[in-house]
């Protein structure tokens, strides 16, 4: 970026709505940065009436303990931290899920007690969060005023000494204030005010990004939660998937082999009627004969739709391993496939069936959409992980929401904890990789 | 006898249209869905339909209900639905209120191609023809029931293919019997059962059918 360009995104900076969204929302939390288990503190010690011997403060500790398990067992805590995850949510876009409901008893409620955390650490960054507002957004602003001011409050006529006039800046808490007594001197106040909005956003942005880490890792699902929210969805996927995968297999009997078989019978049953039903008398030979030649042609297509079918459910040949298996399919690739493997471990038959059905729908897509001479194919052993790297030289683009059949290839991987990486620049060329755990489950 | 066929699957449609007019039908119109099914009924105004159940769009049963609306607006036009599986709910929908010009057979049941036109004929005549599978389930929910205890062997035989809508000489045919001896198994039936007896064929088959617990 240039010099000018940085000056202007500089200048831009306060105007932009993410900087009134981060001061917006350094607003509307400030009143969720005064926990109750810290008011019930100091109001102990107050009450105590300036007699701070260590037993008021041992009760003071104590009445913020019970504070603090009264918000948990009730589930306020809970609530005030989803008031501030949904504030985050629609303010700064910090999308986090919301933990799952108590499940155990109310005082071992983990989310509660981070929730809990969450509240008690917002005391220091709600108060950041509050100063940033209050000394470099709204201190910026009074100080632009100043000569404005002074030409309405202080038209005095010349000679005349008057007090100093106080501006307020970030630095005041270093001692020593900076003061004006002239007209000319409102100008530098003005001067300090442009320079603390100026350099207002990034202020927020910063105590507003510890506070976004603070709420991603206090007021998430948790890791045992996110896994199991992700075990949920990837097994609703799994369900979902071999559902579909019936009544595909349905449909294409249905449509197939069966209503084939059934075309067949009739010609069959036509052509017993031509032949006769005794004797050597034949009535219609010839429309006999036809039909027969139809009954058997109907006879070949079904054998041959079946066994397709067969092998889409299961390839007899990767009984015998993924590298027989790949081959065979190089093999009978559209575009010229050339394979390698090394892997030393065999995987388990769940993983080596899913590797040859992705390399078989990645060889097909290739051989669809990317106008590709040659592809080749890798598998290797990556620390317990089998990598199956698909290449072709192709047009690239590939794009996993095109309908490519990427998303469901990815969303199978995933069932076994695998992963897909798609790197398809448009121009090519286009590299796909599967990893796959070398034992499911 | 003048047949509108509803078929989506190609060589199986041919196949129906060849064997019908083989036998002396005139196919006036063969089509691959219901909606085309129900213009060509209102254009020839045929005495029978027959129609697969599962067409498209949606390879539900669009047959079935273009089949239903048939029998709503076309009431002299009968409907024979195949199909590639059988569903008892699907039969209760088609014989709701009358087993009138009604028949649902397997579509493996083309194969016995003299019998196949008889049901087609018995249908577009006003008879039922409904597939022993069909029959055979209905029967099997009955005889749970014990509903059927009464009857011998011999004597379900007979309330089997009289619930398939066959006539008396169509019975004694199938289980090689004397006509005489059909007409006195059949009044056995109805006496053991407590049916009020009928006359006409289909009327039987309507008693027979709510008897067992369907039509």
């Known amino acids: 970026m240039s010099v000018t360009g940085l000056a202007a995104t500089a200048a831009r900076a306060p105007f932009t709505g993410r900087a009134r969204r981060e001061v917006l929302f350094c607003v509307l939390a400030l009143p969720l940065s005064l926990p109750l288990p810290f008011l019930g503190f100091i109001g102990t010690i107050s009450l105590a009436a300036g007699n701070s011997s260590w037993r008021v403060v041992l009760v003071a500790v104590a009445v913020a303990a019970l504070v603090m398990v009264l918000l948990v067992a009730t589930g306020a805590a809970r609530s005030l931290a989803g008031a501030c995850r949904t504030l985050a949510g629609s303010l700064l876009g910090e999308q986090v899920a919301a933990p799952p409901p108590r499940a155990g008893a109310r005082l071992t409620d983990g989310p509660g007690w ?92 910063t105590v507003v990004a510890a506070d976004r880490w603070l709420i991603r890792g206090l007021l998430g699902p948790g890791r045992m939660a996110q896994r199991l929210r992700d075990l949920e969805q990837t097994r609703a996927l799994a369900v979902d998937d071999a559902a579909a995968r019936l009544r595909r297999l349905e449909r294409d009997l249905h449509d197939g082999a069966q209503i084939g078989l059934a075309t067949l019978a009739m010609n069959l049953g036509m052509a017993r009627k031509k032949l006769g039903d005794h004797g050597d008398e034949v009535p219609d030979l010839a429309a006999a004969r036809e039909l027969v030649g139809a009954a058997l042609q109907g006879a070949k297509d079904a054998l041959g739709e079946l066994r397709e079918l067969a092998r889409g459910i299961h390839p007899p040949v990767l009984d015998r391993g993924l590298t027989d298996a790949l081959a065979s399919l190089a093999a009978t690739s559209a575009i010229p496939a050339e394979l390698t493997v090394s892997v030393p471990v065999r995987p388990t038959p769940a993983i080596e069936t899913i590797a040859y059905f992705c390399a078989a729908e990645l060889l097909a897509n290739a051989a669809k959409h990317s106008a590709a001479n040659t592809i080749t194919i890798k598998v290797t052993e990556r620390a317990g992980y089998l990598a199956l790297e698909v290449t072709d030289d192709g047009r690239g683009g590939a794009d996993p929401s095109g309908g490519s059949g990427l998303a469901g290839l990815a969303q199978r991987v995933a069932v076994v904890d695998g992963r897909l990486d798609i790197a398809s620049p448009a121009g090519g060329p286009t590299r796909i990789t599967v990893e796959l755990p070398l034992r499911a489950g | 006898m003048r047949v509108v066929i509803a078929e989506d699957a190609a060589l199986f449609r041919a196949g129906l249209v060849r064997l019908l007019e083989d036998e002396g039908h005139t196919v006036c119109a063969a089509v691959a869905d219901g909606d085309a099914l129900l213009a060509e009924v209102a254009a020839h105004r045929p005495d029978v339909v027959v129609a697969d159940i599962r067409m498209p769009p949606g390879y539900t049963d669009e047959g079935l209900r273009a089949a239903l609306e048939l029998r709503r607006t076309h009431p002299g036009t009968a409907v024979l639905m195949l199909s590639q599986y059988i569903e008892t709910r699907y039969a209760a929908e088609l014989l709701h209120g009358s087993a009138a010009g009604v028949g649902y057979l397997l579509k493996d049941r083309v194969a016995d191609v003299t019998e196949f036109t008889e049901a087609v004929v018995r249908v577009a005549a006003g008879g039922t023809a409904l ?39 169509g019975i004694a045919a199938a289980l090689v019997l004397t006509l005489g001896t059909v007409e006195k198994h059949v009044a056995s039936i109805f006496a053991k059962l407590g049916l ?3 006359q006409t064929d289909n009327r039987r088959v309507l008693a027979v059918l709510r008897y067992l617990g369907d039509g």
Request: charged residues 15%; contains cysteine.
């Open chain 1, 114 to 205: 981070r929730a809990m955390a969450y509240l008690m650490l917002r005391l220091p960054t709600g108060l950041l969060e509050g100063y940033a507002v209050a000394v470099f957004w709204l201190a910026g602003l009074v100080n632009l005023t100043y000569p404005f001011w002074w030409l309405s409050f202080r038209n005095h006529s010349p000679g005349v000494q008057l007090s100093p006039v106080v501006v307020i800046t970030p630095f005041d808490w270093l001692g020593g204030h900076f003061q004006v007594t002239t007209f000319p001197g409102t100008f530098a106040a003005c001067g300090a005010g442009v320079g603390m909005l100026l350099a207002a956003p990034w202020v927020t942005r």
């Open chain 2, 131 to 169: 597939d022993r599978e069909v029959v055979s389930q209905l029967l099997t929910a009955s005889r749970h029931a014990g509903d059927l205890d009464p009857l011998t062997p011999r004597e379900r035989d007979v309330l089997a293919l009289m619930a398939e809508g066959r006539s008396n000489a």
């Open chain 2, 196 to 198: 009020p007896a009928c």
